[in-house]
Each structure stands twice: as structure tokens, then as C-alpha cells.
């Protein structure tokens, strides 16, 4: 029971750190909510514009294609007006789709003018934005224009034929799913917007993909469709049974709901490789003292830059930079890594002095962390040698500041005139250790011949898949398919 509770406390930190931005948002909707007055546009109890809203808002931030997307190994076209552009034209297509779902339930002249100028908006945004994720692979030539149109004229059709729906059903079931279709019919729009048509047209043209007849993608776009359709459905139905109808006061459910579906439907790629950097430093406790003439007793415990406080460190310009690969989770019974659902180049190897690093997955979870950088040892059968030329003794320590809450309570000194310290912020390497764990900030000590170097380890962000090195993978047919 206590391991089941540690890994819900892990998983639930986790999921909330990786979707912090969604967090912030959801908080900030709850912050605006009861500052606005009724009457207002956003203020409406069926929630179509507040959940409108929240998703275009969440649609900057997050949003992402559900198709396949560009050539995986040829460099796509990045600028920052380009991606600025299309995160703006498929926000803005959330709020025309609320424009058209309003024109179906109040056919007013004014909302048909808004839904035009809205749409003219999210063309020009897209237009300006035509050339963003672009690549050199062009199978087929042609202008994708007659199928932008087709796919605004129909999503804005559907979404006024689920709005006249709920306004001749006001309640009941055929209300709430009207109104789950509609925010299915959102993240459907949104996900083709960002995949951009081409890539679809080009894949279909080339015919073939890694070998074998080239399928579009169905189960993405699908579960965008009717996931976040079916579960506002069902949300809207146990809440009218069990404490009435969701009204506008009941709005920051409505947005954490989008904002669930938001990060399901786009998650946050884990990392394939972390960069790290070994500082140089070297003590600066400010306890320096010059040395005395006479000698000192054993007994009398060192001072100055003997004693190493991890918290009262310098660094020098020395850096070491150190490329540290991510690795999922495996299954221990054959040691066979867990296929991911979809392809990812290998990461690099890391090889250090002491060992192969890497990011293995949290012990507890089986799920991909950057927190914990693991060092497995390579083999050795002593930390001494002895040659002709005399006897050498290496020492490696690690000393970190700040070690679990669940380990302070033991302490241990490293000498008798030591403070007592943490057991977890310290470890000693010899030989019977086969493996380190280092986190942010801690301090690796290497001694050998007298002479000890200390290097302090800073863990970077995650660079995810399209930032790191791909690998060449073998010529496929497709890649040289002429434009015809």
C-alpha cells in the first residue's frame, strides 16, 4: 500500500510538472472567471464561448498536428513568424466554429458577419503561415487551395447544424451531444491545421512508405473527434443527475475538462537527450586561514579549503560539456526495451571516464525522468594499484546539498570532527559500488596522486526528438518519387 501511495505521489508530480503550462492557464481561467459581469459574451450557462475560449487559449500554447507531419529526415522550414502565424489561425478557427455554432443556435445577421470576418482572419493567418514545416520532398505539385476551402466550408456547416440541433433540444442528450461533437469537431480542426494538408497529399502521391503501401493515420484523428465528445457528454449527464445542470459558475470545470483533453491529444514529447555541463569549481568557504608555524595534531579537525561545503563552491572557466541519452522504461523479466507506439531515433551513447550515464526511468513509476542522472561504474576490481613505480590510490566522492526527504534522517559524518550529514548526500565509490546517482548540483570529487578536482553537475532542458541528431536510415522508394 505504501509503494502504491508513493507512485500515485510520483505520477501525479509528474504529469503536473509536464503540463505546467496547462496548469497556469487553467489557473489564470479560474482567476478571470468570476471577475467577468453577466451579460457578456463569455458569460453564457451552456459554456460553448467560455470552453471556446479556453481551448483557443490552450491551442497557442500546446497545440499540434495529428497527422504524420513532414519527411522525417529531410529539415523542415522553422521561423518564428511562421509558428506564430499558425498557432494564431488555429486559434482562431476555435473561435470561428463558435461563431457558427452561435449563428445555429440565434440565426442573426450579425453573427453570420462575424463568422465570415473571423474566417477571413484565420485564412489570412494561414496564408501568411503556408510555408511553415516545409521541406525539399515534393511528390506532387499542385496548390492544396480547393481542399483548405472544402474542409472551412464543411467544419463551419457542421458546427451550425450542431448548434440548430441544441436550439430545437435545448436539454436532454441530444443537447449535450451536440455540444461534445463540437468540441470534438475543434481539436479535429485544429490538429489538421497544424498537420497541414501537403504532408497528407504528399505521403498519398509517393504511395509507399518504409517499404509498404502508405495508410493514413485514422485512430488520432478519431479519438480527437469523439474522445473529447463523449467525455463532455458524459460529464454534462452525471452532473445533471447528481447536483443539477453545470452552469457558468461551474466554469472552471468546464476548462480544466478542455485543458485534460488538451494535454491527451498533445502531450508533451519526452526528452531523447539532456544536456548537462561539469563545472570546474573549487571550495570558496571564505574560512581560509594562513597556515602556522608549528604542525597540527592529528586530532585537530582540518580547516579552510580542506573541508568541502557543496554549498559554498566557485567556478572556474573550465566546463566540460556531456550529452546524457533519456531512456524508457524496460521490462525487467526479459530485459527487452518497451516498443514506443510511435518510431524514435535511437538516442546517442554517453560515454564517460568513470562509466556509461544515462536518465533511466523512475524506479518507482517505469516512467521517463530527467531529474536522476544514473552512472553505472565500469568494472574494476580495486581502487588501487600497485606498479614498480610505486602505489597509486584513486578516490572518487559525491557530495550532494540537498538528497531525499526519506534520507535525513540518517546521518553519518565523514570524519569524527565532522558535522553529521545527511547519508544520502554522500557517496564513496569503490569496490563493490556499481552505479552513482547524481542529481542537479551536486559535487563530484576525483582524487588520484594527492591531487583531487571537484566538478559541479548542471542538468539542462530536454531536447526532444526533432532537436537531436537523426540517424540515416536506409533510401526508401518514396524519397525519390518525381513530382509529376
Given at each position: ?7 500515485l ?50 491551442v ?31 486559434s482562431g ?20 458577419g ?44 457542421v ?15 441530444t ?70 445542470p ?18 491527451v ?9 539532456v ?42 572557466r ?23 507506439l ?121 531536447l526532444?526528438?526533432e ?9 526508401q ?5 518525381e513530382a509529376?
Amino acid at each position: 500500500m505504501r509503494s502504491l501511495f508513493a507512485a500515485l505521489v510520483r505520477t501525479i508530480r509528474r504529469v503536473t510538472w509536464h503540463n505546467r503550462d496547462l496548469a497556469a492557464l487553467w489557473v489564470a481561467l479560474a482567476v478571470v472567471q468570476p471577475l467577468l459581469a453577466p451579460g457578456q459574451i463569455l458569460v453564457r450557462d451552456d459554456l460553448m464561448p467560455w470552453v471556446a475560449v479556453t481551448l483557443a487559449a490552450a491551442v497557442f500554447i500546446r497545440g499540434g498536428r495529428l497527422g504524420p507531419g513532414p519527411h522525417p529526415m529531410l529539415v523542415p522550414r522553422r521561423t518564428w513568424s511562421g509558428r506564430i502565424m499558425r498557432a494564431l489561425g488555429a486559434s482562431g478557427a476555435t473561435m470561428t466554429l463558435a461563431f457558427a455554432y452561435d449563428l445555429g443556435l440565434n440565426p442573426d445577421p450579425d453573427l453570420g458577419g462575424q463568422v465570415v470576418v473571423s474566417a477571413l482572419a484565420v485564412a489570412a493567418a494561414l496564408w501568411l503561415s503556408r510555408d511553415e514545416g516545409r521541406t525539399s520532398w515534393n511528390p506532387r505539385r499542385g496548390t492544396d487551395l480547393p481542399v483548405w476551402i472544402a474542409m472551412a466550408v464543411a467544419s463551419i456547416l457542421v458546427s451550425i447544424l450542431l448548434g440548430n440541433l441544441d436550439h430545437r433540444y435545448p436539454e436532454g442528450s441530444t443537447s449535450w451531444a451536440a455540444r461534445g461533437l463540437q468540441l470534438g469537431l475543434n481539436f479535429l480542426v485544429v490538429g489538421i491545421i497544424y498537420g497541414a494538408p501537403r504532408n497528407q497529399h504528399q505521403r498519398a502521391s509517393a504511395g509507399r512508405t518504409d517499404g509498404g503501401p502508405y495508410r493514413p493515420e485514422v485512430f488520432r484523428p478519431l479519438l480527437a473527434l469523439l474522445g473529447p465528445g463523449a467525455g463532455l457528454w458524459m460529464l454534462l449527464a452525471l452532473a445533471d443527475a447528481q447536483i443539477g445542470p453545470i452552469g457558468f459558475t461551474q466554469g472552471f470545470v468546464g476548462s480544466l475538462f478542455v485543458l485534460a483533453w488538451v494535454g491527451v491529444i498533445w502531450p508533451t514529447d519526452p526528452p531523447v537527450t539532456v544536456p548537462c555541463m561539469l563545472h570546474e569549481v573549487v571550495p570558496d568557504g571564505g574560512r581560509d586561514r594562513p597556515g602556522d608555524a608549528a604542525a597540527r595534531g592529528f586530532e585537530r579537525p582540518p580547516e579552510g579549503a580542506l573541508r568541502l561545503n557543496p554549498l559554498e563552491v566557485r567556478r572556474t572557466r573550465s566546463v566540460h560539456p556531456w550529452l546524457v541519452p533519456v531512456r524508457a522504461s524496460r521490462i525487467q523479466e526479459l530485459d527487452d526495451p518497451v516498443r514506443p507506439l510511435w518510431l524514435r531515433t535511437a538516442p546517442p551513447v554517453a560515454a564517460h571516464i568513470l562509466g556509461e550515464a544515462a536518465f533511466e526511468p523512475d524506479p518507482v513509476t517505469g516512467a521517463v525522468q530527467t531529474d536522476v542522472l544514473t552512472l553505472r561504474i565500469a568494472r574494476r576490481t580495486d581502487m588501487s594499484s600497485l606498479t614498480l613505480g610505486g602505489a597509486q590510490y584513486r578516490r572518487v566522492v559525491v557530495i550532494t546539498p540537498f538528497p531525499d526527504v526519506g534520507e535525513e534522517a540518517e546521518e553519518t559524518p565523514t570524519y569524527l570532527w565532522d558535522d553529521k550529514l545527511p547519508r544520502g548526500s554522500l557517496q564513496v565509490l569503490d569496490a563493490a559500488t556499481d552505479e552513482l546517482r547524481l542529481t542537479d548540483g551536486c559535487i563530484l570529487v576525483l582524487s588520484a596522486e594527492g591531487v583531487a578536482r571537484a566538478y559541479e553537475l548542471e542538468i539542462g532542458k530536454g531536447l526532444p526528438q526533432e532537436r537531436t541528431v537523426k540517424r540515416t536510415r536506409p533510401p526508401q522508394l518514396e524519397d525519390y518519387t518525381e513530382a509529376g
